[in-house]
Structures are given as structure tokens and as C-alpha cells.
């Protein structure tokens, strides 16, 4: 039961809407089901319904209009209470009582209280209603509002325990703001897909996403197309900012602002300076390893964010709170990833990191905030720009996007453990998204590798399966030359031998990086952290390239950092026929 709060200084207009049609044509049989006395005159069952709606307004408004210049400038306080999908239909007589306790809990009417303010619950379609109620109470005093919206949640979740009605995850206080019904509409009437509260929240994190400093994230929203306003204090510094849409006005042809503060809590611009101060990204310097793979940009910090996901999901795992700042670093890093990607797994992407915002805010605070790893990788990632979705390109969103599963997941049980169920349930949306955005980047490369992997010689591949059978007993790994969910594994572990790797060692440590019950496929995760750690192609149809006579590649410093978190392996000299080598004990 989802209870929805707004105030408006036009009782007659909200009451016009209420009763009429709807903007699609949605409103059927409106009707009261309860008033503050039981006796309030019904539009909807009257057969002058102008007249009677007429009543209804002045006998709402009464106290208002004796109140005069004391009364509030917005003195309509509007609620509607929605059930969810799938709940049963609930009676007139139900929905009233439900009416009566949110009007006591939020302190418009409370029991008892001779004095409570006018309301009326209108009903115009079976899974809602809306509560009408003026600020002025009978003595002439405001009532006292503090937390209402809060008071009607847990209401609602008493409500939905005690009518068997499908229980809601109980919030914390840090979710962003809802857009209004009136921004809703808007949204509708202009033919927007969503609401330009909700356009401008996700353009602004995209912004902060990686940020150098404060100076390039309001570069990077004036980029983005975006109308920027700074505040700036008498000295000059800036003490907030504001973001609106071109073309979204009011009715007087103003530009609709919105204060960073009102798009989500983090997002003000104290939030953002204190989350720059934390993790500023560290700016890319030349490297003198010329012996590194010369991968392409997008692929390279694909490929070095990999591990920095990783050591995020390793951190997660360990349960300490001071992991809540991985949280926010994780946001950014998909933010970066939704916003690069290549096409075929946009949609999908972008829908993960709007849904994993959520799970980056909780009421605890870590003492020790350092998230400069993920903010570079994050930054790396805009900065190298879009990804082909072909190639080494696609095959690395892939590897990266197979990890991001795990770290959503780490991400939910961290949340769990803590009672924080909206953020819990944000993250194993954002773990869904991901994997269905894995299954279209994965698609070629897996089943390039597993047309290799099933070319093997006979005897090659044996020996490559007496390996995965001995560190994986529970994956049942077939012997009897059958195809299997294998072969991309088998694929992996002949190519690392040939690039100079003990394929039981590699093995073995991708096994040892973090555990993988959580997996939905150990073998697809194995196979992209075999890839990753030995270096080879992401893409196992195109071979890596190499850099010209006399040029040297550059690395950045998520690259280092990755380098850094990821153990290492010896390489083992290379043989020149595998099948040749000795036999193992």
C-alpha cells in the first residue's frame, strides 16, 4: 500500500479533477467512502453533481475562509493511497477505515479531536483512493504535519500486516523524492517518458560519474544539454546549484528548476563535494610497461575495472560497515558502464544503475571512505568513450558486466544483514538487469569459445577436464568427448597454457578470488576471470594487438590500480605442443 502526499491551495480544483473523467478517460463511479463527519455531501451520488461539488468545496473551506490571512497560502493536503498489483479488491467500507487511519496517524484528524481538520476519501477506481483534507482545524490553528509522509508509511504497513495485503519494503528516509502527480501529468501531456525530476536525477549522477573536480562536473552537465544556475555565496564560492530541462517551463514561461537536494539526497552539492573529496579520481599518466597488451581504450579500462569490481565485491562480502562507501563507488562505475555501452545492452545497463541508485544510500556512514579505485575505473571508462559492441570491445563489457553481477549481489546480502530491504531489493534488480545485459554481450564470444573448445584435440581436451574435474568436483564435468557447458572453460585453460600459464595454477586462483555460490554460472565467471588475469583476448575470435616499432601504450591509473588488487600469476615457459609435455602426478 503505497500512500502518495501533496498540497495545493485550489480545493475546488482538486475536487473537479477527482470527480471528472481523468485525463484518459480513468475515472469511473467516483464517490465518497468517509468524511470527517460522515455526512459530507456526495457529487458523486447526486443528481446535480455542479451544485452538490459546489457544497462540498465551502464546506471544506469553511474553517480556511474564518481563518483568513492565518490560514496556510497551500492549505489542501492531498493524499492518495494505492494498493499494490495483485492485491484483492478491498470494499468501500475497508478503504474508509483505511482513510480514518492515516487522517489520525498523520495528525489531520486525530480520534477523538473535536477539533480535527475537514477531510473526504474519493473513490474513482478499485485499487486507490485520495484523501482531501484542509490545514485549518476547528479552533483555527494549523495542525502539525511533522513527518506525514513518514507517519502514513508505517500506517500502511500496519494496514497491509492486518488486511492481508502484500507487504511493501519499509523505507529509511534516504530515498529521492517521488515525482508529483502534477509532474506526472506533465510528463504525460508532453509526451515525455518520464518525469524531468527523473531525467535530470539521472543526468546528474552521470555527471558526478568519475568527476575530476567540482569544476568538470558542472562542465559535464552543461555538456549534457542540461541549464545550470550555481548559487554563490558573497566570497564567491558556490554554495549549491540548480539543474533544469530547456524547453520545461511553468506557466509563467519560466524554466522549472530543481535544487540538487530535490533529486535525491546525495546529490547536493555538499554530498557531491564530500564524495569528490573521498575518491578523487587519480589522473592518467604514461606508463613505461611496454610489455602490456595493446587492447583498445574502451577494452583496457573495461578490462581494468574488472578488478576493481572484484576487490569491491571482496570488500562487501567482509561485512564491515566502512563498506557502504564501495556502494557509492559502485553506482558511479555503472553509471559510467550504462552510459558507454555498446547498444545492444544499453537498455538494460542504464535500468541497473538507475535501479542500483537506491542501494547506494543507507543511514550508515563509513568512517573510512576510500573509493578512489572505483571512481578512476569509473572515470576511465567515460573518458575512453563508447564501446563498438563487437570485438575486444564487446567481449570486454562482457567480462566486466559478468562481475558487476556478483558485486549487486554482494551489494543485496550487505543490505539484507542490515535491514535495509528497499536497498536489498534494489540490488538484486540492478543483479537482473545485468545478467540479462551479460546474456546479449556474452552471446558471440561464448560461443566462439566454445566452437574452440570443442576443436580441441581428444587428448587436449582430457587433460583440460581431469584439471576442471579435480578443482571443480560438484560441476559433474563429463569425460566422454560429449559436448558439455565446459568448452568454453576447456577453451580458456588451453589457450592460457599456450600463452606460458600452469593451467592448474590459473585455475586455481581464479577459484581462490572470491567464492562463487552466488553465480549463476561458475563456469561462465571462471572463464572471463581465466581471461582477465592471464591476459588474453576478451574476444576470443580476434587476437590482441601488439604496438608498432617504436611506439609505447599508455596505462592509466585504474589500470595500475587494478593491477594492484589482482593477484598475479608466474608465467611458465611456454611448450610448444602441449600434448608433449610430462605427465602430471
Known sequence: MVPDI?????????????????????????????????????????????????????????????????????????????????????????????????????????DGDPDGCRWIAVRHAEDHIHIVATLVRGDLRNPRLNYDFNKAQAVCRRIEEEMGLRRLNAGDGTAAKNPTSAEKFKAERTGRPETSRETLREAVRQAVSGADDEKEFFTRLREAGLRVKVRHAPSGDALGYNVALPGDRNRHGEPVWYPGSKLAPDLSLPKIRLRLADGTAERATPSAAADQPDWSPPARERRSATGVAERAAVLLDGDDDDAAAQLVGVGELLDAVAQTSPAATRAELAAAARAFERATRSNVRAERADIRALRSAARGIVQAGGALGRGEDGGTTAMLVSTLVLVTLAAARWHSARGHAQQAHASR????????????????????????????????????????????????????????????????LAQAEQAGHDPEALLQQAIDMRELDTAEDVNDVLVWRLRRIAQLPAHPGEARRRPQAGTRPTQTSSNRTSERNAPTVPPRPAVSDPRSRPPRR
Not at 583440460?464 to 569425460?479: C, I, K, N, S, Y
Request: charged share 25%; hydrophobic share 35%; aromatic share 4%.
Open 6 to 110: 501533496g498540497r495545493g491551495s485550489r480545493t475546488h480544483g482538486l475536487l473537479v479533477y477527482l470527480y471528472g473523467p481523468g485525463r484518459r478517460e480513468e475515472h469511473t463511479d467516483a464517490h465518497l467512502v468517509g468524511s470527517w463527519d460522515g455526512f459530507a455531501p456526495d457529487p458523486g451520488r447526486d443528481t446535480d453533481p455542479q451544485v452538490t461539488l459546489a457544497r462540498l468545496t465551502a464546506a471544506l473551506d469553511l474553517r480556511v475562509k474564518q481563518a483568513g490571512d492565518r490560514a496556510p497560502a497551500k492549505h489542501v493536503w492531498h493524499c492518495s493511497v494505492r494498493t499494490a498489483p495483485g492485491d484483492r479488491r478491498l470494499s468501500d467500507e475497508e478503504w474508509n477505515a483505511v482513510a480514518q487511519r492515516i487522517v489520525h496517524a498523520t495528525g489531520i484528524a486525530p
Open 429 to 492: 534488480q540492478a543483479a537482473e538487469h545485468l545478467r540479462a545485459a551479460y546474456h546479449q554481450a556474452a552471446a558471440t564470444p561464448m560461443r566462439v569459445l566454445h566452437d574452440q573448445g570443442r576443436a580441441l584435440p581428444e587428448a587436449q581436451r582430457r587433460t583440460h577436464e581431469a584439471t576442471l574435474r579435480a578443482a571443480l568436483p560438484e560441476q559433474g564435468v563429463r569425460a566422454d568427448g560429449m559436448p558439455t557447458k565446459i568448452d568454453a572453460l576447456v577453451a580458456t
